[in-house]
């Protein structure tokens, strides 16, 4: 055994006030990067939290109202501008594949019939939960032709993993020809 002088308490303690120190301004440097991160991605519309703002019944979506089969899909509206409706339930969204005009602004409007379900598109920043009671809005464009998987992302039961639909962004002239002769569109076969 060597007889090596250990540091005295008091040095110890400062060594482990130093440390605490420098780590605490390490994870308050962390939380003020995030709030930025969070602040900067919600101003520039990169993420887009669920709006909780429009509320339904989900009981009567399928018997009255905007979300009615026969409204869901992509319209064209009287103002020009082009809305999509989609009602995701335990384990399909309807329509099931979503038809879209390329380089035009587009508004999605989705509700659950039943629980949470996840709303995102493949290779875009659409990302929202729909939940049942409420209208997930959000506004977009896809910039050209292309066809995009949307998987449900939220955990909504058993069939959840085998739950999802196709997005397709065609040229906008074809979508007007369509447009002309069909009220509310999608490429379901
Ligand atoms: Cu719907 Cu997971």
């Given amino acids: 055994m060597s007889n090596t002088p250990h540091p005295g308490h008091s040095d110890g303690a400062d060594v482990v006030e130093r440390i605490e120190r420098n780590w605490a301004i390490v994870a308050v440097g962390l939380i003020v990067v995030l709030v930025a991160m969070v602040v900067y991605t919600g101003l520039h519309w990169t993420m887009m939290p669920p709006s909780r703002v429009e509320t339904i019944d989900p009981t009567t979506l399928h018997v009255t109202g905007e979300f009615i089969e026969s409204n869901l899909g992509t319209a064209r509206e009287a103002d020009g501008s082009v809305t999509v409706r989609v009602v995701a339930q335990q384990y399909s969204f309807t329509p099931q594949c979503i038809l879209v005009p390329a380089g035009t602004p587009l508004t999605f ?49 058993t069939g959840h993993e085998a739950m999802w639909a196709n997005v397709k962004a065609i040229d906008r002239a074809e979508f007007d020809k369509l447009a002309a002769t069909d009220r509310r569109l999608s490429c379901v076969k």
């Fill in 109 to 157: 409007r989705v509700t659950s019939a039943d629980v949470v379900h996840g709303f995102l598109v493949t290779d875009t920043n659409i990302n929202s939960m729909v939940e049942p009671g409420y209208i997930s809005t959000f506004k977009t464009k896809f910039d050209k032709p292309a066809e995009h998987l949307m998987p449900c992302h939220e955990y909504c039961g």
